[in-house]
């Protein structure tokens, strides 16, 4: 039976949910992922990496060895196409670019028949915005169209080899999850759910069809509240591979920390007023930071001088620890606002001249984009 659910008094964390004070420490032990340790010198070139932004892991040592040794690896995600893309969703972005630089296959499915089913949401709709929000972000943060492939749910391939490959399994893997695990999941069944659920575990596996790449290590990089899908794909692996002779390797994953709105709360592409969309202009940007930033700081400026400030739950400072690369300057942010040198006015500060200087580079990349975006679909 999947656990698919964490609580307690602080804090919860399901693949719906997310709210309250979250203990990284306890997830990792409740949900039994391991703690991401002593990886190659080449990781800490990624600030993700390096920060502990990225935390955990299930069987990343196989993705380790295949880089060491350059090997051929996937690197495979998905895109739900509803809503704005935010500064949130870059944190796999910016783990697609990193893999794809350092060799991996890069498989991107756009979620549009869970859109439809979960969400009623039309499949013209869901292409609109997949291209839109998130493939011309995708391409202006750094893809590159070769050994790229992104496709829709609802049309896999126009090679038919492919597209048969593909929905074969899906209906092939059906025999090997139960009603219990399903609800565990997902809670109320409705078939929807149920082809969707499968859908995706055939995302997570078909890329080692003999049609496509083959056997080989596949990594998916998720946020911590989305690991009871890698556990259901990872189970129904083992169970496939027994009883219809596949020879799928164990997907491997790995997990970051939630970046927080900037409420304070979760990010969510349904309250515009906790993320900076990167389509949002630098004085629109400017003017959601000064307005809904959570502050760590004191009530009053003679409090904040005398007791410093908390950057450990400031959103201002925590988003820096994603856009800022210099580690000497962010230690020094973080100390001078524990100190009560830099005030919270002067950490937003910070935050919106770092972001316009993004957005406005960004923005001139999404006109670039635009233009090849048929190289990528």
């Not at 935010?86 to 783990?95: K, N, Y």
């Not at 400031?314 to 005030?343: H, M, N, P, T």
Request: proline share 5%; hydrophobic share 35%; charged share 25%.
């Amino acid at each position: 039976m999947v656990n698919n659910t964490l609580a307690n008094e602080n804090f919860k964390v399901t693949p719906w949910e997310v709210k309250g004070d979250i203990d990284y420490d306890k997830l990792i032990k409740e949900f039994g992922v391991q703690p991401l340790e002593d990886l190659p010198k080449l990781f800490s070139n990624n600030t993700l990496f390096r920060r502990k932004i990225i935390f955990a892991h299930r069987s990343f040592g196989q993705i380790v060895s295949a880089i060491e040794k350059n090997k051929p690896f996937i690197m495979m995600t998905g895109l739900m196409p509803t809503g704005k893309f935010h500064i949130g969703h870059m944190l796999v972005a910016r783990q697609i670019i990193f893999y794809q630089n350092l060799g991996a296959k890069i498989y991107v499915t756009v979620a549009d028949v869970e859109a439809y089913n979960a969400r009623g949401q039309s499949l013209e709709e869901s292409r609109q915005i997949a291209i839109e929000e998130y493939i011309l972000n995708y391409i202006a943060l750094g893809l590159k169209p070769e050994n790229c492939e992104i496709y829709f749910q609802s049309d896999r391939s126009k090679d038919a080899s492919k597209a048969n490959a593909f929905y074969r399994l899906q209906n092939m893997l059906a025999r090997h999850a139960t009603f219990n695990e399903f609800k565990a999941v997902y809670g109320e069944i409705t078939p929807g759910k149920m082809i969707s659920a499968l859908l995706q575990a055939s995302d997570m596996l078909h890329p080692q069809l003999p049609e496509f790449e083959g056997p080989m290590p596949v990594v998916i990089p998720v946020g911590i509240d989305q690991d009871p899908h890698i556990r259901l794909a990872r189970d129904m692996t083992g169970r496939i591979n027994t009883y219809n002779n596949f020879n799928f390797k164990e997907i491997s994953s790995t997990y970051h920390t939630f970046m927080p709105g900037l409420n304070g709360g979760k990010m969510s592409s349904s309250d515009p007023t906790s993320f900076i969309a990167l389509t949002d202009s630098p004085e629109e940007m400017s003017r959601k930071v000064k307005k809904y930033a959570f502050s760590g700081g004191r009530d009053t400026l003679e409090e904040h001088r005398k007791h410093g400030g908390n950057p450990d739950i400031d959103v201002s400072y925590q988003w820096l620890r994603v856009f800022e690369e210099d580690d000497v300057l962010l230690k020094k942010i973080y100390d001078d606002y524990k100190s009560g040198e830099l005030l919270s006015g002067e950490l937003k500060k910070l935050l919106i001249d770092k972001l316009s200087f993004f957005l406005t580079e960004h923005q001139k990349n999404r006109e670039h984009a635009k233009k090849v975006l048929n190289k990528y679909i």
